[in-house]
């Protein structure tokens, strides 16, 4: 049977990747665990930075809405490059590579962070628990 049909008996196995341990693939609870750790620290930068009214009404809030998911961009595409993750990421201990290993440059981040905002994207994987957002950037989350 070809490789990429046959079934998965663990999430990263038709990638070559261990089953747990360092280069296993980085699993939900943690990949949500980094999310929530992003989102908070962007949310508290745009708060002391920006201005950012997380109380104010809708309409009342002008640009100043976007600030939070603004600055979780920037921390994704400025970190991702420079230490092999985000801050979250590396917090809980993931780091983000391209599929066959190395560095993934300047590009890759953009996109999928692009993609990361767009939220389905993110909630759609395969069974190697790959977001859609990682495989259009080429890119996998793995354990440190």
Request: without cysteine; glycine residues 12%; aromatic residues 8%.
């Amino acid at each position: 049977m070809p490789e990429s049909l046959r079934e998965n008996t663990y999430p990263g196995e038709r990638l070559g990747r261990p089953e747990h341990g360092p280069g296993s693939v980085g699993r939900l609870g943690r990949r949500l665990a980094a999310l929530a750790i992003d989102y908070a620290a962007a949310t508290l930068l745009a708060t002391a930075f920006l201005g950012f009214d997380q109380f104010a009404l809708p309409g009342e809030a002008g640009v100043t809405q976007f600030a939070p998911l603004t600055v979780f961009a920037a921390l994704q595409v400025i970190f991702i490059p420079l230490i092999g993750g985000s801050p979250g990421h590396r917090i809980v201990g993931l780091r983000l590579e391209l599929l066959h290993g190395g560095w993934t440059g300047l590009w890759r981040p953009i996109v999928r962070t692009l993609l990361l905002i767009l939220v389905i994207p993110a909630v759609v994987f395969d069974p190697d628990q790959r977001g859609l957002h990682d495989k259009a950037a080429g890119t996998i989350l793995v354990r440190v």
